[in-house]
């Protein structure tokens, strides 16, 4: 009797041992496997690093409700389209391209900023502006300033060719935007948007590149402070730049 219970723990012992050289072996061959597909893509990826400039040509502000901070107005005011500056944008990208042949798709992390500010210009309210009328325009309102910074995460596709590389992507992008003056009083907000690109990489040596570049970008700002003012922002962007990859 006592040898069958022996035998009986025994075998209990040696199954549980089993299961668990069972249990590691997998956990042996499951990372094996997870390092055997990882491993070739840090090693034979193609990653880069750029920095980029050029010019910013913004659309006007469109949808705009409310301006100013209480009891001056209210949020159900709506004044007509604001006028944008042109102004001057920079960035930097992180990128990366898988190999093989999934080498032409990729993504990338970029980061720009720019200040369209508002043009000093003419333009009506549908409400109590600071206090004034129900209903009336200013002449030559004195304009506003406005910054505005991306952070973007984009999929990327290209052309994989040795020296020209088209290419084109798309990606949502995280917008900080800052206003404040005449026309909007001061506030900020941060924003989810999308962000497009086209453009053509010339790889002047196979680790230095030259692009041009295309982004069209569009978010919409509510910004808080004393502005309490609802907007669209929509953009174009054309920028050249220099790129190492490595």
């Not at 913004?58 to 009891?71: A, H």
């Not at 209210?74 to 604001?82: A, G, P, Q, Y």
């Amino acid at each position: 009797m006592m040898h069958t219970k022996r035998n009986n723990k025994m075998s209990i012992i040696y199954c549980h041992q089993s299961l668990r050289r069972q249990h590691s072996l997998r956990l042996v061959v499951c990372l094996s496997v997870v390092v055997g597909v990882l491993l070739p893509l840090v090693a034979w990826a193609e990653g880069y690093v750029s920095g980029f400039a050029g010019v910013n040509l913004p659309q006007d502000l469109t949808n705009i409700e409310g301006v100013g901070s209480p009891p001056n107005t209210t949020r159900n005011i709506i004044i007509e389209d604001l006028k944008l500056q042109n102004a001057p944008i920079a960035g930097v990208k992180l990128g990366y391209y898988l190999p093989g042949k999934l080498r032409w798709l990729g993504a990338e992390l970029e980061s720009f900023y720019t200040n369209p500010h508002i043009k000093q210009q003419r333009f009506s309210s549908g409400g109590a502006f600071r206090g004034g009328a129900p209903t009336f325009t200013v002449q030559g309102a004195a304009g506003s300033h406005m910054r505005v910074a991306t952070q973007a995460l984009n999929v990327v596709v290209r052309y994989p060719g040795e020296s020209f590389q088209p290419y084109a992507g798309m990606g949502l992008g995280v917008f900080w935007g800052r206003t404040s003056g005449f026309i909007t009083d001061t506030g900020s907000d941060v924003a989810l948007g999308m962000n497009f690109l086209t453009g053509l990489r010339y790889m002047v040596t196979p680790e230095i590149a030259m692009f041009g570049e295309y982004k069209y970008v569009a978010t919409t700002f509510d910004y808080g402070g004393t502005a309490m003012m609802r907007a669209d922002y929509q953009a174009h962007h054309f920028v050249f730049g220099l790129g190492y990859h490595f």
